[in-house]
C-alpha cells in the first residue's frame, strides 16, 4: 500500500465556507488631506501629552481627596446638630424635660432648633412623629441695614422639600439628598430621647462645592499654562536636540539631488564631523551615511573610468575602422566593374561584401557619433527653422519609401530653435527611417510641427501595429531590438533611436514614445529661441484647398510640389498656390498659430 493518505474531500458547503474565510478584504479607505507630521512636531506632542495626562491624574485624585475630607467635616458638623436635635441641650444647662425651656408642639422644637445655639444658615430640622415629619424648617439669615447679622428665622419647607428629607435612610449615618429649590444637603437621621419622635437634620453642600470648584479652576489654569510652557521649552530644546538630525537630512537631500545616472560625478558632500559623534545615536547615523557615500563614490568613480574607457576604445575602433572599411567597398566595386569578366557568382558576392562594409560604415558611423556625444563633443548651435528641415526630410523619406503615406503638419511660420541643423535632421532621418522600416505598406506617417510653451515640438506618428509592450521601456537603448509585432524590412544596426535621444539630450530637449496599436508617436522637444513664439497668420488655407500634385493627387514617380503656407524654402520645386474660399478669415489676435496640411500619397 502506498505511505499516501487520501484528501479529505470536502462538500460544497465547506468550499464556500472556506471561500468566505479566506476572501480579501476590502482596503480600508486612506485619510485625505492629512499631512505627516515631523519628528520634533510628534516629540513635542507625546511629551505635552505626557505632561497633561500626569497633571489631569494628579489634580483629579487632589480634588476626589479634598472633596471627601471637606464632606467628612461636614458630616461631623451633621451629626453635632442631630445630637444637639437628640439630647434637646438648651442654654443654660436645663434638661430636656424642663417645662420652662422645652417647647411644647413640633413646630417649636424645630424653630428653636434652627434659630437658636451654634446654628449656621440654610440648615434643615424636621421633626418625626410615628415615621411622619410632621414640621419642617429652614434657618434663613437675617441682616440689619448696615449688612450685619441680626437674627436667625425659621421657613417653613414645603411638601416637595418634606418629601425629599424623608427619602434619607433611617441608619443614623449622614447622605447626600437634593432638596428641591434649595440643593444639594448632608442629612441624617436620629432618634430623640422619647421612643415616639425622631428627627432629620441637613446642612447644605455649596461650602463644599465652592471650594471644590475654585480648586478645579486653579488646576485647569495652571495646567494650562504649564502645558503652554512645556510646548514652548519642547519645542526649542527638541529643535536644538534635532539640529544634527536635520543636518544629517540636508546632506542626504543634497546627495539626492545630483545627477548619479551618468557622467563624471563630484560627490563631496559628507556630514560635517562634528555631527559623526559615534557616542549619539545621531552620530552614528552620520558616520555611516558618511562612509556609505564614500562607498558609492568609489563606485561612481570607478563606474565613469570604466565607461571612459570603453567610450575610447569605441571611438578609436571607429575610427579606425572607416579606413578600412572604405578600402574595402573600394576595392569590391572597383573589381565589379573591372574590364575582366567575372562569373555571376563572384558578381552576387562582390554584391554582398558591398552591401555588408555598407551596412559596417554606417554601425561604425553611429557608434563614433555615440562616442562624440558622450564625450561632450560642443555642436554647432545656430538660429535653424525646423519647418524647412521637416520638409526636406519628408522628401527624403518618401523617395525612400513609396509604398508609404506621408502626411505634413506645419505651421503657417517658422518654428525657430537654437540646434545644431546637420544632428537635428539626422535625428529626423532616424524617425522615419525607423516609421518606415517597422511598419508594413501602406502606413500612414505623419510629420507635424508645432509649439508648447517655451518648447517646439516635432510628432513623428504613424498608424502602424505598434510597439510591443515589453520592448517600449528600453526602445531607446543601444542596440534595442523589436521583434515579430514590428518586423523590419531592411537591416538596421540597432542605434537609431539612441542616437536621437543622445542628440535630443545635447540640445537640452528630450525625446518620448507613446505607443498602442494602430497609433505611434515619437515626440522631440527642443527650447524654442527667445521670442519665436508662431505669430497668427491672418489668412489661412480653407478646407476646398487644391491636393499637391492635382485633384487626382501626385502620381507614381512624379516630383510632388510641398505647398506651405509661410514655409518659404526651396522645398517645392514649383509654387503650388493653394485656392481659399471667401469668408475664410482669421483677425491677427488669435492666439493660436494655424497649421497647413499636406498629405503625400
Known amino acids: 500500500m502506498s505511505g499516501r493518505r487520501r484528501p479529505h474531500q470536502r462538500g460544497p458547503g465547506a468550499r464556500s465556507h472556506e471561500q468566505r474565510q479566506t476572501a480579501p478584504r476590502p482596503p480600508r479607505p486612506q485619510r485625505r488631506g492629512r499631512q505627516p507630521r515631523t519628528l520634533r512636531t510628534r516629540l513635542v506632542v507625546a511629551a505635552v501629552t505626557l505632561i497633561a495626562v500626569v497633571c489631569t491624574v494628579i489634580g483629579t485624585v487632589t480634588t476626589l481627596a479634598l472633596r471627601q475630607h471637606l464632606i467628612d467635616q461636614l458630616d461631623d458638623k451633621v451629626r453635632d446638630v442631630a445630637m444637639r436635635a437628640a439630647g434637646g441641650h438648651a442654654p443654660g444647662g436645663a434638661g430636656p424635660d424642663d417645662p420652662q425651656v422645652t417647647p411644647r408642639t413640633p413646630a ?5 432648633l434652627v434659630t437658636q445655639g451654634p446654628t449656621q444658615p440654610k440648615t434643615i430640622a424636621a421633626y418625626v412623629d410615628r415615621g411622619t415629619i410632621s414640621s419642617a424648617a429652614i434657618a434663613e439669615r437675617t441682616d440689619d441695614t448696615y449688612g450685619a447679622f441680626k437674627t436667625m428665622t425659621a421657613v417653613e419647607l414645603d411638601e416637595a422639600q418634606k418629601a425629599a428629607l424623608a427619602t434619607v435612610p433611617r441608619d443614623g449615618k449622614a447622605h447626600s439628598v437634593d432638596v428641591p429649590g434649595l440643593g444639594t444637603y448632608r442629612a441624617q437621621h436620629i432618634n430623640g430621647f422619647r421612643s415616639s419622635e425622631a428627627y432629620y437634620v441637613a446642612l447644605p453642600t455649596d461650602d463644599v462645592n465652592g471650594t471644590v470648584s475654585t480648586l478645579v479652576l486653579v488646576e485647569v489654569s495652571v495646567t494650562a499654562a504649564g502645558l503652554a510652557a512645556a510646548v514652548i521649552a519642547g519645542y526649542v530644546l527638541v529643535g536644538v536636540a534635532t539640529r544634527p538630525l536635520r543636518r544629517v537630512a540636508a546632506t542626504a537631500t543634497r546627495v539626492s539631488e545630483l545627477p548619479l545616472h551618468s557622467g563624471e560625478v563630484n560627490l563631496s558632500e559628507r556630514v560635517p564631523e562634528s555631527e559623526c559623534d559615534p557616542h549619539t545615536e545621531v552620530g552614528q547615523v552620520g558616520a555611516a551615511l558618511n562612509r556609505m557615500l564614500d562607498h558609492v563614490h568609489g563606485a561612481l568613480h570607478a563606474r565613469q573610468q570604466s565607461e571612459t574607457r570603453v567610450r575610447q576604445f569605441v571611438a578609436d575602433a571607429s575610427h579606425e575602422l572607416r579606413t578600412p572599411l572604405a578600402s574595402i567597398r573600394g576595392y569590391a566595386e572597383l573589381t565589379r566593374r573591372g574590364r575582366e569578366q567575372v562569373g555571376p557568382d563572384t558578381r552576387h ?17 553611429d557608434l563614433l557619433l555615440l562616442a ?65 522600416s517597422h511598419t508594413p505598406p501602406g502606413t500612414t506617417v505623419t510629420a507635424r510641427v508645432r509649439a508648447g510653451g517655451p518648447w517646439i515640438t516635432v510628432d513623428i506618428e504613424d498608424d502602424g501595429p505598434g510597439i510591443p509592450p515589453e520592448l517600449l521601456p528600453r526602445v531607446f537603448e543601444r542596440f534595442a531590438r523589436g521583434d515579430s509585432a514590428r518586423t523590419r524590412a531592411t537591416g538596421s544596426t540597432g542605434l537609431g533611436l539612441a542616437i536621437v535621444q543622445a542628440v ?36 489661412i488655407a480653407g478646407p476646398g484647398a487644391t491636393p499637391i500634385g492635382g485633384p487626382g493627387g501626385a502620381s507614381a514617380g512624379a516630383p510632388t510640389a510641398v505647398a506651405i503656407a509661410g514655409a518659404g524654402a526651396g522645398a517645392a520645386q514649383g509654387p503650388a498656390v493653394r485656392p481659399e474660399p471667401a469668408g475664410v478669415f482669421r483677425p491677427a489676435s488669435d492666439s493660436q498659430p494655424h497649421h497647413s496640411t499636406t498629405t503625400w500619397a
Open 372 to 436: 562624440r556625444l558622450d564625450a561632450g563633443r560642443p555642436l554647432q548651435f545656430e538660429e535653424t527653422d525646423l519647418v524647412p528641415l521637416v520638409i526636406d526630410t519628408v522628401s527624403d523619406a518618401r523617395a525612400a519609401g513609396r509604398d508609404h503615406v506621408w502626411r505634413l503638419d506645419l505651421p503657417d511660420e517658422p518654428a525657430l530653435v537654437s540646434a545644431d541643423a546637420a544632428r537635428l535632421q539626422q535625428v529626423l532621418v532616424n524617425l522615419f527611417a525607423n516609421a518606415r
Open 349 to 365: 558576392a562582390l554584391a554582398r561584401i558591398e552591401s555588408e562594409a555598407g551596412r559596417m560604415t554606417l554601425l561604425v558611423e
Open 108 to 112: 417649636e422644637k424645630v424653630t428653636r
Open 504 to 539: 535630443a539630450s545635447a540640445h537640452g530637449g528630450a525625446v518620448t514614445v507613446d505607443s498602442v496599436p494602430g497609433r505611434t508617436v515619437f515626440t522631440v522637444r527642443l527650447p524654442a529661441v527667445a521670442g519665436s513664439a508662431f505669430p497668427v497668420a491672418t489668412r
